[in-house]
T-cell receptor, first 115, second 116 residues
Framework: KNQVEQSPQSLIILEGKNCTLQCNYTVSPFSNLRWYKQDTGRGPVSLTIMTFSENTKSNGRYTATLDADTKQSSLHITASQLSDSASYIC??????????????FGAGTRLFVKA | GAGVSQSPSNKVTEKGKDVELRCDPISGHTALYWYRQRLGQGLEFLIYFQGNSAPDKSGLPSDRFSAERTGESVSTLTIQRTQQEDSAVYLC??????????????FGPGTRLTVL
């Protein structure tokens, strides 16, 4: 069954600290993996996208890693800011047998950054 | 350019009433998606439109839910005889269909539906 599991469910950190969010997936055949940030009351916004051959991708203070062998991804946030408080959603896209794409969403990790 | 817009932003209705939610995708985006997000939970796929192809309705939870899209423009999601469990944020997203891998979805702000 195609699934995306994220951990932890929620996380509280102090401003300025680093943190790492995890994503494990059982999606096949894999096409690409994305991390989205969803602020409260807003729609998700894409942070990074990685294909099978990419191991790491950075976007400012956000760095995503991908291990396609173990089917794991992580999102590392450096020097956290209060504005990083949001839900972070791992999304895996698979290829369908008709040549299209299907999107599988993780439940998200809720990050709270405190002053 | 403008992003995905949705209306209304908030909708409060009584149990048993019908509601219509609207989504305006980004101009030129051929694919349009509807998702439901219950409080504190992940996104739940509802329906997907791609150009003039038959929509993928596999995520619709019951026959009370339906959606339409005219060409590659506006879409409406209709929920008939609303129930309290329909209370959620309904998100719309659009994407450019490409032959490659990068059909990134751009999301609207959502419509928060509350069924009393």
């Amino acid at each position: 069954k195609n699934q995306v599991e994220q951990s932890p469910q929620s996380l509280i950190i102090l401003e300025g600290k680093n943190c790492t969010l995890q994503c494990n997936y059982t999606v096949s055949p894999f096409s690409n993996l994305r991390w989205y940030k969803q602020d409260t009351g807003r729609g998700p916004v894409s942070l990074t996208i990685m294909t099978f051959s990419e191991n790491t991708k950075s976007n400012g203070r956000y760095t995503a890693t991908l291990d396609a062998d173990t089917k794991q991804s992580s999102l590392h946030i450096t020097a956290s800011q209060l504005s990083d408080s949001a839900s972070y959603i791992c999304v895996v896209i698979l290829r369908t047998n008709t040549g299209g794409f299907k999107t599988i969403f993780g439940a998200g990790t809720r990050l709270f950054v405190k002053a | 350019g403008a992003g995905v817009s949705q209306s209304p932003s908030n909708k409060v209705t009584e149990k048993g009433k019908d509601v219509e939610l609207r989504c305006d995708p980004i101009s030129g985006h051929t694919a349009l998606y509807w998702y439901r997000q219950r409080l504190g939970q992940g996104l739940e796929f509802l329906i997907y439109f791609q150009g003039n192809s038959a929509p993928d309705k596999s995520g619709l939870p019951s026959d009370r839910f339906s959606a339409e899209r005219t060409g590659e423009s506006v879409s409406t999601l209709t929920i008939q005889r609303t129930q309290q469990e329909d209370s959620a944020v309904y998100l719309c997203a659009s994407s450019i269909r490409t032959s490659g891998l990068y059909n990134e979805q751009f999301f609207g702000p959502g419509t928060r539906l509350t069924v009393l």
